[in-house]
């Protein structure tokens, strides 16, 4: 969980005299959990609403271009530390009636998946392509470790594969669970594939409202 992350970091930390340095990068580190533990706390309040049945949905249009980019930026940091390769495709300009909150939630916790999960030096590539009947994007990275048979549990509420138990802190199971019940509650559909050690694909589907 984030709170074991910060507290091994901080015991680490504390084990022994350290220069100024070390105790910033651990004070850094910390940072970078708690922003991952916001993520996880906002992640669950969406899910009791959800089951309490209190998520209401509004419709506007959505430039769903500027919305991607604007939710890569708090990630670009983290990309470049890993060394990553991101390929854009993205048309100009790409609008959908939807709800533009549940979107950012569903295209953030997409995105931030990637981030983390494409293997160090590894590439990520972004679509989106816009038509009459709606939009889909799409977002696939390199490097993944999750086996074909596991797939239909990526959508289970806190169940995380090899790779997200070796990171604490940073993932708890909870990002694909919300985007599965937030595409559905906008009539739309979200498919994941993987090919261990080569791609992991995460495809929304989300239709244009009805005349």
């Known amino acids: 969980t984030p709170l074991a ?9 504390l084990s022994r005299d350290r220069e100024p340095e070390a105790y910033r990068n651990a004070m850094q580190d910390c ?12 992640n669950l309040l969406h899910l ?37 390769h991101v390929q854009w495709r993205l048309p100009e300009p790409c609008t959908v009636m939807s709800d533009s909150g549940k979107l950012r939630l569903i295209v953030q916790n997409i995105l931030s998946n990637a981030a983390t999960y494409a293997d160090t030096g590894g590439w990520i590539r972004v679509d989106a ?16 470790t999750v086996a074909e048979q596991d797939v239909p549990r990526v959508f289970d509420r806190f169940w995380r594969g090899d790779a997200a138990r070796q990171s604490p802190g940073r993932h708890c199971g909870l990002g694909l669970s919300l985007c599965k019940v937030l595409v559905e509650r906008l009539n739309g559909s979200i498919e994941v594939t993987s090919s261990p050690g080569e791609t992991f694909k995460v495809t929304v589907r989300l239709p244009a409202p009805k005349a």
């Open 48 to 84: 009791a609403r959800v089951d309490a049945n209190q998520l209401e949905v509004a419709t506007e249009g959505v430039d769903m271009t500027a919305l991607i980019r604007e939710c890569w930026k708090p990630l670009a940091g983290q990309a470049e530390q890993r060394h990553l």
């Open 129 to 144: 392509v816009c038509h009459d009947q709606g939009v889909e994007f799409t977002v696939t990275n390199s490097g993944s």
């Open 5 to 13: 992350g910060v507290r091994s970091t901080l015991e680490v930390a």
């Open 31 to 42: 940072l970078g959990i708690s922003d991952h533990m916001q993520r996880m706390v906002e």
